[in-house]
């Protein structure tokens, strides 16, 4: 199984301070196809996780463009850019390149 | 607007059964693989199974393989996962999730609400 590896495991931010997150996976994330299979979800308290970013660096529908994404192969980073009191919650990484699909231990963010 | 509803969970005893629902809308259904992932309390994300669009693959994690089984019917726009054998550490929140396309590869964008298994006697 592919082992998905966050850093930092907590985080505490000041309201429009920057914040960056790092996923790192124990393989390549890169398919034949040229694409990256890698997600970045947000679960906020009480509530199911939410798409941020697909395949690396791809905001999806109605996020904010605070939250970027890049990296490639097995390094992954997601940073948003001045942090709000909306974003508490702990992120996810996770692989859909293989199965089964595996997801970083979190990343629980909070606001100072 | 995608809507996931998942139904089924509850309070069951180890050793038994529980099958779980997911009604979906407001996309077409069968265009779209189809995922389970559950979180004990307290705890990250688990990924269970997952289903192509068609329902003719199929993908099962060690941990439930031989006990869980996924399944869809395209006509109502139903996910399914039944589950056999439950035991203790089977207890979780139950999510169903949307594929981003027609194989499971392709990630998962939308998630429902989610429903309560607990395995208990």
């Known amino acids: 199984d592919i082992v998905m590896t966050q850093t930092p495991l907590s985080l505490s931010v000041t309201p429009g301070q920057p914040a960056s997150i790092s996923c790192k996976s124990s393989q390549s994330l890169l398919h034949s196809d040229g694409k990256t299979y890698l997600y970045w979800y947000l679960q906020k308290p009480g509530q199911p996780p939410q798409l941020l970013i697909y395949?690396?660096?791809n905001r999806f529908s109605g996020v904010p463009d605070r939250f970027s994404g890049s990296g490639s192969g097995t390094d992954f980073t997601l940073k948003i850019s001045r942090v709000e009191a909306e974003d508490v919650g702990v992120y996810y990484c996770m692989q859909s390149i293989q199965v089964p699909f595996t997801f970083g231990p979190g990343t629980k963010v909070e606001i100072k | 607007e995608v809507q996931l509803v998942e139904s089924g969970g509850g309070l069951v005893q180890p050793g038994g059964s529980l099958r779980l629902s997911c009604a979906a809308s407001?996309?077409?259904?069968?265009?779209?693989?189809m995922t389970w992932v559950r979180q004990a309390p307290g705890k990250g994300l688990e990924w269970v199974s997952a289903?192509?669009?068609?329902?003719?693959?199929?993908y099962s994690a060690d941990s439930v393989k031989g006990r869980f089984t996924i399944s869809r019917d395209n006509s109502k726009n139903t996910l399914y996962l039944q589950m056999n054998s439950l035991r203790a550490e089977d207890t979780a929140v139950y999510y169903c999730?949307?594929?981003?396309?027609?194989?499971?590869?392709?990630?998962?964008?939308?998630w429902g609400q989610g429903t309560l298994v607990t395995v208990s006697s």
């Open positions: 289903i192509s669009g068609s329902g003719g693959s199929t």
């Open positions: 395949e690396v660096f």
């Open positions: 999730a949307k594929g981003v396309n027609y194989l499971p590869i392709y990630g998962i964008d939308y």
């Open positions: 407001g996309f077409t259904f069968s265009s779209y693989a």
